[in-house]
Every structure is written in C-alpha cells, then in structure tokens.
C-alpha cells in the first residue's frame, strides 16, 4: 500500500541529506538496507499515527535540526564521583582523546564502525534485529533511520562480571549538531554489565540501544537526561531477556523541548525479570515529555514492572503509553504498571494510555494511572510544623518520585540522583 503524500514526502525530505555508511561487511550493508527498505515502508510518523498522537514528530522529521543553545553549568556531571570507564562523544562522534583505555576485564568493548566492518563479528546477530523484531505490532520508524543510517556507537559484549560500569557521556560543542549513535550489547550466560548514560549529545538525538542478555544474564542501565532545556531527543532500546536472565533500566529527566523514549522488551525465557522506570520534572510549557514502552512476555513465571513518575508545572505535558503483551503459555506471569503525574499548577497536562493484552489465564497483571496535586493534607502537616511551603512542596515531590527512583539498584547511583534532584528543586525556588 502506497503511503499517504504529506507522510510520504515528509520522509522522502528527513532522508535526503542523509547517506549510507561505507566501508560495512556484506551482512552491514544488508541489515542497514533492510533497515532503510523498512522506513520506506512504514513512512516516519505524523501526528495521526496512533503512538504519536499525544507528541509532535515535526522537529524530529525536519531535514535539519532545530538550533538549540548550548547548556552551559558549573555542576559536576553526573556519575562524576563513580569509579567507571569512560567513553566519550562530543556531538555525537567518538572521542578516543577524552575516553579511557576500552580494555576491561570481563568485556570485549569496540566501535560500531569497527564491529560493523569484521565479516564475523558476534554482533550481526544483534544488530538491526532487535530494532526489526521491535517493529511489530507498532511501527517505530525513527528506529528504523537509525539502524539505517547512524555511523557512531559503541559495541560491548559481557563475558563476566565487569569490574565497573560502562559509561558513555554525551557532549555537546554547537547549536545545530545533530547525532545519530547506535549502540549493540551483548551479556553472555552467567554474565553482568551495568552501563550509565549522561550529557546533552546534540541539538536533535537519535538513539538506539540494542541489549540482549543472555540466560542468568543481568544488565542494569542508568541514564540522566538534562539540563538541556531546548534538546530534542529520540531514544529507543530493544532488549531480549533469556531464561532466568535480569535486565533493569532506570531514567531521570529534567528539561528538555522532546523528549521521547521509547522501550521494547521481549522475555522469552523462563523466570526472567524485566523492570522500566523513570522520573521526570518538567517546567514550562515548551516541555514535552513521552514515554512509551511495550513489553511482551513469551515465557513461564516472569516478571516486568513499568514504573513511570512525573512532576509537572507551567504549562509542561506529560506523556505514558505503556503495554503488557502475555503471550498464549507465558502462565505465572507477573506484570506491574503504574504511570502517574504530580500536578503543580493548573496549566499542565498528563496523558496517558496504559494497555493490557493477555492470552494467558493464570497471571497476575495489573496497570494504573494517576494525576493530581500536591496533597494539601499532607502539605497542611508540614507547614504546621515549620517547614516553609517551598521546602514543604519539594519533600512531598521527592517522595512522590520515590517508588521510580527505588528501581535503581546501586544505591550509591540513587543517591547521587536523589541529590541532584533536592539541587534541581532547591534552584527553582
């Protein structure tokens, strides 16, 4: 079938002045064709696709990327105190300079452009096929454009425990960069891998993350978004989990004119755990933030949690669309979802579309979703006690977000974040 006009020149115009990588083997060039023969297809998303309903696409779909300031603060970054190895991209490219030695016991860590050119690389088992396998029943076409296009990335392949995290830090140097990176990894049976994630990246960000870990693997990612008001950022992760494997990802977000992370996971082995959260504080309304998250179980006695909070004010909008597929034998399952929005003023918007779809009659799944204000009762308490009602208002919106920042499993990283959350409300007053 034909796509629409206004869709089929919209994607006809994001693609012109992009090119194919040179220089991939034989399997590279095919998945990366597969990839573009996919976008071609399914078209990039207007406002009304069904999952894009609640965000606007355009400056995501603009041939150029949108100007955004550079963010400039006298903070330290986060993870800063962490013992880690450090790979680093200014504008979306590689920096070897400012990285550390990509040796690590227990990891194999090269470039995606090196792992992309070897005819027997590990990763032609990943790469491009979890994004495809992604597709289905909802078309993420931006993810698409990446496989197809996207040069910069990391390759990791845990083959033990890492002696510490991978850290893959995002800088920025110019108002109009505008970044593609692709990153595949790999966690071996018995394995286990964490990998942080911080910086601004670019003006417009397109990301996707590849992560299959395999049985009695565990991967926990940690990543922060922010203080870069006028970014604009796409972010997708496909992930399969095997048998009795662990995969955990938690995200703080704060700014930011679009943001939208979009998580895809696959349990197909048994006792497998898969847990998604995420904090978000918006202000202004000029702040959109989306997350979309779709997990499926296919497997016996599994668990998932979505765990998604967001504080709003000034006119900022909120976004969840979040789905449990239970495969037809995926019994025992175990499936949590919870979305919901602190409202701090009378401006700001909270959407949200959880979803359940079971095929399976001896599970235990349940969704919901909330929005409201602060609790006045609760407020009432603290002010008849002394506490000021700025500080009152910044206790009673760290506690909402703790049952998403409680998904974080290093506590040392939480409470880093928990930090730069009470910093992060503190200079709003």
Known sequence: ?????????????????????????AWAEAARHD????????????????????????????????????FVSDELPPFDAVDRLKVVFVDGVIDPAQ??????????????????????????????????????????????????????GVVIRAMGKAAKPVSLIYRRSTETA???????????????????????AAARLNTVMEVDVADGGAFHHVRTQGRDRERRAATHIF?????????????????????????????LGDDAVAHVAGACLGDGADFNHDDTVFITHDALRCESRQVFKKVLKNGATGIFQGKILVKPGAQKTDGYQISQSLLLDDDSQFLAKPELEI??????????????????????YLRSRG???????????????????????????????RGRLVAWLRRRH
């Open 1 to 25: 079938m034909a796509l629409p006009k206004l869709k089929a020149d919209a994607t006809e115009a994001r693609l012109a002045p992009l090119s194919l990588p040179q220089g991939g083997a």
């Open 35 to 70: 990839a573009l023969n996919r976008v071609g297809a399914m078209g990039l998303p207007a406002r009304r696709d069904e999952y894009w309903r609640y965000t606007n696409p355009a400056d995501l779909l603009s041939p150029q990327a949108p100007r955004a300031a550079l």
């Open 99 to 152: 990285s550390d030695d990509l040796t690590l016991a227990g990891l194999e860590i090269t470039t995606l452009a090196d792992a992309l050119s070897q005819d027997a690389h590990w990763s032609r088992e990943v790469f491009g096929q979890l994004e495809a396998r992604g597709q289905k029943p909802v078309e993420r076409a931006f993810a698409a454009l990446n496989t197809a296009f996207a040069a910069e």
């Open 178 to 200: 505008d970044a593609l990176m692709h990153h595949v990894i790999r966690v071996e049976s018995g394995a286990d891998l964490s990998v942080l994630e911080n910086g601004p």
């Open 239 to 267: 992930a399969r989990v095997g048998e009795g494997a662990t995969y955990k990802s938690f995200t703080l977000t704060v700014n930011g004119a679009l943001t939208r992370n979009e998580t895809v996971i696959e349990i």
């Open 359 to 380: 095929y399976a009659d001896d599970v235990a799944c349940s969704h919901g979703s909330t929005s409201g204000a602060i609790d006045e009762t609760a407020l009432f």
């Open 387 to 417: 506490v000021p009602e700025k500080e009152a208002v910044d206790l009673l919106t760290l506690a909402f977000l703790a049952e998403a920042m409680d998904e974080i499993e290093d506590q040392a990283l939480a409470d880093d974040l």
